[in-house]
């Protein structure tokens, strides 16, 4: 750590930041590390790992059991995000837009579903998708189909549950760098003969792709993770990685293999932060990487600047 | 001056134009035509419909009445990317996740130009505006004056038919404001392009402008050259937002033959000229500049001419001038602003001094009460 200026104040903040690391040691960091390692042990006849390295279970994971598992996740991960994407993207930027005064009680009303547990609420969705639900009886009722449609138990339902739970976190980040976004901006281009939409596209997507990359791990992640709404709304037919990882650890009692699911899951997560922090670093723009670029030392571009016009001039 | 707005074809007209916001009116009947080359500004207080102006030329901003005509074509209802007509915004509005070449390119790219071209224009403007080094640089990796410079190429590089620059300044500070108000005429004299400019600034206005019109509450109150606007205004509200003046209460008593009055000031008699027309019992104010008038210490004046008796309250020593309040027998507050004389070094005013006060006949400027 490095040294802080002293002052009363230095006691305090070494202390705060001392709380904080052993807060992240102690409940992220340490779990983390336990996974890896019991990523790596084999399995034991009476004891959920015993201490004998082995890449055996990542090995297994290569088997084509997890490989399905792994794919239907992905696919459907993938689906949920995209939906989420394009159902949150004009949602968002169309609450960041409105009159100030209006923007709260919009923001509220996508937190308001966060006040109820989400587990209640994948029940709820039953209701609404069940064989009796309210979307086969509309139809019904409206006459377009005769029988109930088969909505219960698929990946489809599985799909419309990630979806619906999913879907506020993707708006919040599209929210928060919507509104940051300078309107200025958009008038410069439209000002420079960018017609609307090649003005958001060379605009306000690169200026909001990191709103857009948070929201999407932010989406895809947990729901590669989430293993009660499959388990409610898609049955025990289809398989996903969190229900894997679940089984794993709670039913079939092999850790190791858990753990290595878990590992790859949590690689996942690496990577796309990787990814997130690369795409913010683009919009931000190095300081450093330009200062170096330019002519000069790069330490007074304001003395820089003042001596441009005498030379204008001459 | 060069341009004759009258007689060459207008680049830009307002005809009739008002913008209504709700109930409020921004801008009341603005007729406007400015010539081709010509570089003019708008000058008022914040909320006078200045910006307005400029969003409606723009294209940001649709005219509730009246007309736009760019070089001669109706543009009223068209969009802000089909007009030949850019913009420096007042905070630059530089595309922080481009490079300073593609903001500079943006405009040239979106017109589809080949890639040669934009690179010949692109180099081209960056090396007018002394950018090229800095070409890789993103916006935030500039100073605020590099900022500005880009954000007059990545105007300018599109030949656009007019410039609109709105309060470009106001971010820089004192000294490179200076620099900039200099370096933006000089290029406005190399590229011949149209300059629209809007500033609450009068000494930038004046220090840049063909033409100045200053405007009040939605209305252009006067148009004309920096030195007409200054020592010709036209009504009490310019005269005040143009520098400091001396305003006196006066009646015509009669109308002498060659276009002079006689005219009764804070109760003297005196001769003024003025353009125009006013009847015999009519009150008028009658304008002086501060550094118009001339302070006599009273046992130094040699009492012929028109003067006034008075007293000094104050004297500001502000380096090139001394600034001199004073208040005249009939109770009137001036101020008169003298330059230091060469040849009479130990000349000293002090408060309480008795002094004679006149000016140089035919500078004052006469108009009727109601000019508010």
Redesign the interface.
């Known amino acids: 750590m490095p040294r802080l200026p002293g002052g009363g104040g230095s006691a305090f903040r070494a202390f705060g930041i001392s709380v904080t690391w052993f807060w992240l040691g102690a409940f992220a960091l340490l779990p983390s590390l336990a996974l890896l390692l019991v990523s790596v042990l084999d399995r034991g006849e009476l004891d959920f790992f015993i201490p004998a390295l082995t890449l055996g279970n990542y090995r297994e994971l290569l088997g084509p059991v997890f490989l399905r598992v792994l794919w239907d996740s992905v696919r459907l991960a993938f689906f949920s995000t995209l939906v989420c994407l394009l159902a949150g993207y004009p949602f968002a930027y169309h609450i960041a837009r409105a009159r100030p005064k209006w923007r709260p009680w919009l923001l509220l009303l996508v937190i308001i579903p966060f006040w109820t547990n989400s587990l209640i609420r994948t029940y709820a969705l039953i209701l609404i998708i069940g064989a009796q639900g309210m979307v086969n009886r509309l139809l019904m009722a409206l006459g377009l189909i005769d029988a109930p449609l088969v909505i219960m138990y698929t990946d489809f339902a599985v799909f419309v549950g990630l979806t619906y739970t999913l879907l506020p976190f993707m708006v919040l980040p599209l929210y928060a760098s919507i509104e940051k976004l300078d309107t200025n901006l958009l008038d410069a281009a439209r000002d420079l003969g960018a017609g609307s939409l090649r003005a958001f596209w060379h605009i306000t997507l690169p200026l909001t792709l990191p709103g857009i990359v948070a929201g999407c791990m932010l989406v895809f992640l947990p729901s590669l993770g989430i293993f009660y709404v499959p388990e409610i709304l898609g049955g025990a037919k289809n398989m996903l990685l969190g229900t894997f990882i679940k089984n794993q650890f709670l039913v079939a009692n092999n850790w190791p293999l858990g753990a290595a699911a878990s590992a790859v899951l949590t690689l996942a997560l690496i990577l796309m932060a990787g990814l997130y922090r690369l795409s913010s670093l683009r919009v931000a723009g190095r300081e450093k990487k330009g200062l170096l670029g330019g002519n000069g030392d790069g330490k007074n571009p304001r003395r820089e600047a003042a001596n441009l016009p005498e030379a204008a001039l001459r | 001056m060069l341009d004759t707005p009258v007689s060459a074809p207008p680049i830009i007209e307002l005809r009739g134009v008002a913008k209504y916001y709700g109930s409020t009116a921004a801008l009341h009947n603005i007729n406007l035509s400015i010539a081709n080359g010509e570089f003019l500004t708008l000058l008022g207080p914040s909320g006078c419909g200045k910006t307005t102006i400029l969003r409606l030329i ?3 901003e649709s005219p509730s009445r009246g007309e736009l005509l760019l070089n001669g074509e109706d543009i009223t209802d068209a ?3 089909r007009r030949q ?3 420096v ?1 007042q ?1 630059y ?5 481009m490079s300073v070449w593609d903001n500079v390119a ?2 040239l790219k ?2 589809r130009r080949s890639r040669a071209e934009i690179s010949d224009r692109v180099s081209e403007v960056l090396r007018r505006v ?1 950018m090229e ?2 070409a ?11 900022q500005q ?1 880009v954000a007059i190429a ?2 300018i590089v ?1 030949n656009p038919l007019l410039l609109l620059l709105d309060e470009p300044f106001s971010a820089l500070d004192f ?2 404001r200076k ?2 108000q ?2 933006i005429k ?1 290029l406005q004299r190399q590229i011949g392009i149209t300059f629209v400019f809007v500033t609450h600034d009068q000494e930038e206005a004046f220090a840049m402008s063909d033409r100045v019109a200053v405007m009040n509450e939605g209305e252009i109150r006067q148009i004309g050259s920096s030195q007409e606007i200054y020592e010709e205004p036209e009504n009490l509200f310019v005269a005040h937002f143009v520098g400091e003046i001396n305003v006196l209460e006066a009646t015509i008593t009669s109308r002498l033959d060659d276009g002079a009055y006689t005219a009764n000031v804070e109760g003297k008699d005196f001769k003024l000229r003025s353009k125009r027309e006013f009847e015999a019992g009519e009150d008028v104010k009658v304008l002086l500049r501060p550094e118009d008038l001339i302070v006599y210490l009273e046992n130094e004046h040699p009492f012929t001419g028109q003067f006034f008796l008075g007293r000094i309250d104050e004297a500001i020593y502000k380096g090139a001038t001394v600034d001199i309040l004073l208040t005249l027998d009939s109770g009137r507050k001036l101020q008169a602003a003298e330059f230091f004389n060469e040849d009479d070094v130990d000349i000293s005013y002090s408060p309480g001094d008795r002094v004679a006060l006149s000016w140089v006949e035919g500078w004052e400027v006469v108009l009727d009460s109601e000019g508010e």
Do not use: C, I, W, Y
């Not at chain 2, 509005?93 to 996740?97: S, T, V």
């Open positions: 723009s294209g940001f969009a802000p990317e007509v850019n913009t915004f905070n509005a530089l595309f922080p996740h943006f405009g979106m017109q002394h080094a800095l890789d640089r993103k916006p935030r990796q500039l100073s605020g004056g590099q410079r990545r105007a599109n000294k490179l620099q900039m200099l370096e000089h």
